[in-house]
C-alpha cells in the first residue's frame, strides 16, 4: 500500500489452485488498485525463483542504504570526537 512517500507494496501470492490464485489476484487487484504490485504463481517453484531475483536484489539495496548511513553516523560521530579533543 501506499504510505505517505508513495511507496508501494510488493506481494506475492503462491497457491497450487489456478482458480484460487485467479480469485485472489482479483479481490487483490480491486482492494489495492495501483498501490499493489502483485506476482502470482501456481508453480512453488517458479515462485521461489521470482524472491529470489527479486528479494535478494531488495535486501541487497536495503543493505546498501544501511551501509551508507551507517558510515555518516559514524563519520559524524568520529568527526564531534575530533572537534571536541581541540
Do not use: C
Amino acid at each position: 500500500m501506499n504510505d505517505d512517500r508513495g511507496l508501494v507494496t510488493k506481494l506475492l501470492l503462491v497457491d497450487d489452485d489456478p482458480s484460487m490464485v485467479r480469485l485472489l489476484t482479483r479481490i487483490i487487484e480491486n482492494a489495492g488498485r495501483n498501490r499493489i504490485v502483485l506476482e502470482s504463481y501456481t508453480d512453488p517453484k517458479a515462485a521461489r525463483q521470482w524472491m529470489e531475483n527479486n528479494l535478494i536484489e531488495h535486501a541487497e539495496k536495503r543493505l546498501e542504504r544501511w551501509r551508507k548511513a551507517l558510515s555518516g553516523t559514524f563519520a559524524a560521530e568520529r568527526d564531534r570526537r575530533i572537534i571536541g579533543a581541540v
